[in-house]
């Protein structure tokens, strides 16, 4: 830690001098410039098909994710992949909320999410579903991203995203906290000046076309799928995809499982 590396946000009523006095009497006599920053390659995304299991003993449903690697802050694509995101699973009215929960009742939620850094990022869909429906529920997931991937945006749904973005957007610097978490994030993570200066116009500029070209290139590629829950579910999942990697709940591989080995 170096505080040619931090930064202090502070936002609020306050009074910028003794504000500053105050900074100055914890931190003026810390020392150390900024490390170097070496650009590194960001990762490629998951080009086939895994399907992972983490054993949660005291679970009630299983917990599904599915993900994949996307692009960083400034690439072209990160207002379309952003209406994108909110078409797959962005609110109750979105296609995973839709498919899991109103039509097959699967779930108890199916949301999508994003999280963009400098170089990279990555998008993930998350549901909390039946456990007896963990299969037909992760084949479901997976249709859904595959269906954006390869068939174009419907109009009225990418409008309905830039609405609701557009609205939202405010809400995050409603309150000091929001202000300053965002600031925070902002100036630590690099992001792209669009973000701050032009979000809501970016947001309206996307059309379907451009979230069909995002889509493409980021959904084509298989998401690694994360299942969590009780071992005794393990032998359905097997059953239903043709390998399974176990994990114990920190992150080690314990065995691979090919089709109909959990019994």
């Avoid at 306050?14 to 500053?20: R, S």
Wanted: charged content about 25%; glycine content about 10%.
């Amino acid at each position: 830690y170096r505080p040619g590396n931090a930064a202090v946000v502070v936002s609020g009523d306050i009074d910028e001098a003794v504000v500053g006095q105050r900074i100055g009497s914890h931190f003026s006599a810390w020392e150390g410039a900024a490390p170097e920053r070496t650009p590194s390659p960001p990762p490629g995304p998951n080009e086939r098909e895994r399907i992972c299991f983490v054993e949660a003993p005291d679970a009630t449903d299983a917990f599904i994710y599915a993900g994949n690697v996307i692009m960083g802050s400034s690439d072209p694509d990160f207002f379309p992949f952003l209406v994108l995101k909110q078409i797959l699973g962005g609110t109750t009215r979105s296609r995973l909320f839709m498919n899991l929960r109103e039509s097959k009742g699967y779930a108890s939620y199916a949301f999508s999410e994003m999280e963009v850094y400098g170089e990279s990022g990555v998008y993930w869909a998350r549901a909390r579903v039946l456990p007896e429906a963990i299969v037909p529920a992760v084949r479901e997931i997976l249709g859904e991203i595959g269906a954006l991937a390869s068939g174009p945006a419907v109009p009225s749904e990418v409008e309905e995203a830039k609405s609701y973005l557009v609205g939202n957007l405010p809400l995050r610097f409603e309150t000091p906290v929001g202000f300053a978490d965002w600031m925070a994030r902002y100036v630590a993570l690099r992001l792209d000046e669009r973000q701050w200066d032009r979000g809501l116009d970016e947001i309206k500029r996307v059309d379907a076309d451009r979230v069909r070209a995002a889509a493409r290139a980021y959904l084509a590629a298989r998401p690694v799928v994360v299942v969590a829950g009780r071992a005794d579910w393990l032998a359905s999942l097997a059953e239903g995809f043709p390998r399974i990697e176990v994990y114990d709940a920190g992150g080690t591989l314990k065995q691979t499982l090919g089709k109909g080995e959990g019994r």
